[in-house]
């Protein structure tokens, strides 16, 4: 199989072979050998971005590469994600302009100077990498990284020509705030002025520009960019190692777009913390694990139909709410640890107890993962792990979603008694099998 060097030495060098415009900007010094866990932004010109694109297929289809993800914005910009069982990689082409909803806030023409070979790859001096994405971190959020900072404040000084750039992408004003500021040193306190102006001045004229770009993530419905994975499995069964061994492998294909959730979207707050029987998690904090998940009795049964219609909630408007449109519209890829259907292999940990004909109707309004993991194996060495309930019980868990496993589609069953180097294996081909069809046939 191709690694990821070979790929991007043979993508780069081809397109240096087919005398084909573009440069890579951003973080670019450890290509080709690999990324440094960042995605690769290239600016194309449109004229050639069909061959570019056709040669990115080409080499997809000749090499087992799975074409994980991809959308196109009416900016126009292309947004691709490639996987394999050891490897992924994001790329991002800009057709034309960086931009801001569709507004275009620094011209191409203005940075083709400042592009070099590097490694057998065109890419922007980073010194003027940095320059733009002060730039692109004020448009976007309101704030700057220290380094884009003062790179933009060195390129500034040291090239005349950046102010009569800046004066024709956002007017006289902004540029005299810019080069009043720098010369106070008060950059840092303007950004959010600067933020305004910048905004402000590239705005005109984009409302075409605009439903455009609103059609063009209507046509993302009919072909979903993001995924959502669910993992089951006993206590001890390796979820948090098979979890902990995809997630960075997945983020190499999806930037920063692996979301993780314990057991449902938690759009709301556990039910304890709403009766005030427990503190919230503070934000960024993750939930605390229970160490005795069977050491509370079950509720009632109208207890337990409380517990359950109040999760459902979640399951469902929270799903639509918290999940969905990042699904829908972006490049996302959601990992539940538990799911739903942990109702029906462990209900006592969310201390209810009901029917099985209940879990089956409100399993009806549940969105369904695009792929559930179902871990298991020899239950002594599972309890042997993690003795945290008894054997017995280990042993009828893994029964039951086992039996689950066989009468639900997309779902696949993972020994994670083998070793785990296997297992994770064994899961990430799993993955790639699910990521395969949905953009199988599309043209670039």
């Not at 950004?191 to 605009?210: F, N, Y």
Request: aromatic share 12%; with cysteine; net charge positive.
């Amino acid at each position: 199989m191709i690694t990821k060097e070979e790929f991007l030495t043979l993508f780069f060098g081809t397109l240096n072979k087919e005398n084909l415009d573009y440069f890579v900007f951003g973080e670019y010094a450890c290509l080709p050998q690999d990324t440094g866990g960042s995605d690769i932004d290239i600016f194309v010109s449109i004229h050639d971005t069909p061959a570019i694109l056709s040669i990115l297929r080409t080499m997809i289809d000749a090499n087992d590469i799975q074409l994980a993800s991809y959308y196109y914005s009416s900016n126009p910009n292309w947004f691709v994600r490639l996987i394999t069982s050891t490897w992924g990689v994001q790329i991002d082409f800009f057709g034309g302009a960086h931009v801001w909803k569709t507004a275009c806030y620094y011209r191409p023409d203005f940075l083709r100077s400042s592009v070099i070979m590097y490694h057998g790859i065109k890419v922007l001096d980073i010194r003027v990498g940095y320059y733009l994405d002060f730039f692109k971190e004020v448009i976007h959020l309101g704030m700057v990284k220290e380094k884009y900072m003062n790179g933009f404040i060195t390129e500034y000084q040291r090239n005349s020509q950046r102010k009569a750039e800046i004066e024709i992408m956002f007017g006289k004003e902004t540029a005299d705030a810019i080069a009043t500021h720098i010369a106070d040193g008060t950059l840092a306190d303007g950004i959010p002025q600067l933020q305004r102006m910048m905004q402000q001045a590239i705005s005109h004229g984009t409302v075409g520009k605009r439903s455009r770009l609103f059609f063009s993530k209507c046509a993302r419905l009919f072909r979903r960019p993001g995924y959502v994975i669910a993992v089951l499995g006993t206590d001890g069964s390796g979820k948090s190692t098979i979890i902990n061994a995809i997630t960075p492998w997945l983020d190499e294909c999806f930037h920063h777009g692996v979301v993780y959730n314990h057991l449902r979207p938690n759009a709301i707050p556990d039910l304890g913390v709403v009766l005030g029987k427990k503190e919230a998690p503070k934000k960024g904090e993750e939930p605390k694990v229970n160490e005795n998940p069977h050491g509370l009795n079950p509720s009632g049964f109208a207890g337990s139909l409380v517990r359950w219609g109040y999760y459902m909630i979640d399951y469902t408007f929270g799903y639509m709410k918290t999940v969905l449109p990042q699904v829908l519209t972006k490049s996302k890829v959601f990992i539940f640890d538990r799911y739903y259907y942990d109702y029906y292999i462990d209900q006592r940990r969310s201390r209810t107890s009901l029917p099985h004909w209940i879990l089956r109707f409100g399993e009806c309004f549940v969105p369904n993962p695009d792929l559930t993991l179902c871990l298991g194996g020899d239950p002594k060495k599972i309890y042997e792990r993690k003795p945290e309930t008894s054997l017995q019980e280990v042993e009828r868990q893994t029964i039951v979603l086992r039996s689950f496993c066989k009468k639900r589609k997309r779902t696949v069953w993972i020994d994670t008694t083998l070793k785990p180097e296997k297992s994770i294996q064994m899961a990430k081909e799993a993955i790639v099998k699910m990521l395969t069809p949905r953009f199988k046939n599309v043209k670039l």
